[in-house]
């Protein structure tokens, strides 16, 4: 069995932090919902650390078995990881978020990032509060 993230997971690939994706900088347990092109415009080749400092890849998705299958745009899906043998600390992912944050044009956005980047003192605190 290959090494699979612990949840919730912390992206650390967002190009744009003035987009909606920056809505989407944790998933809390790798179940998505959505079509195949949300999938790959925003999921597929991302990279993501789990609160052990972990760094996978999302390489795919599984559809999971349920009554959504009947509904194309509700289906529920599992992403499948790939891991990447190797870690991240706390101070690369505080300075990847600090530099995002320093991106946002959205001055109450910019102060909250800030605020709760503050209150982070371990890889687990960044699950808290982002």
């Known amino acids: 069995m290959t090494k699979q993230p612990q949840f919730p997971v912390l992206f650390l690939s967002i190009n744009d932090w003035n987009s909606d994706e920056t809505e989407t900088i944790v998933i809390?347990?790798?179940?998505?919902?959505?079509?195949?092109?949300?999938?790959?415009?925003?999921?597929?080749?991302d990279i993501v650390a789990?609160?052990?400092?972990?760094?996978?890849?999302?390489?795919?998705r599984e559809k999971?078995?349920?009554?959504?299958?009947?509904?194309p745009f509700m289906a529920k899906y599992r992403c499948v990881f790939e891991y990447q043998n190797r870690?991240?600390?706390f101070n690369q992912?505080?300075?990847?978020?600090?530099?995002?944050?320093?991106l946002i044009e959205?001055?109450?956005?910019?102060?909250?990032g800030e605020d709760s980047l503050s209150k982070c003192h371990s890889?687990?605190?960044?699950?808290?509060?982002f």
């Not at 790798?30 to 080749?45: A, M, Q, R, S, V």
Request: hydrophobic share 35%.
């Open 50 to 60: 789990d609160s052990n400092g972990d760094v996978f890849k999302i390489t795919g």
């Open 28 to 45: 809390d347990n790798g179940n998505l919902y959505g079509t195949e092109e949300i999938f790959k415009e925003y999921y597929l080749d």
């Open 106 to 112: 959205d001055p109450e956005y910019k102060s909250i």
């Open 64 to 71: 999971l078995a349920s009554w959504r299958k009947l509904i």
């Open 123 to 129: 890889l687990k605190d960044f699950f808290e509060f």
């Open 87 to 89: 870690q991240v600390t």
């Open 93 to 102: 992912v505080k300075e990847y978020l600090a530099n995002g944050i320093a």
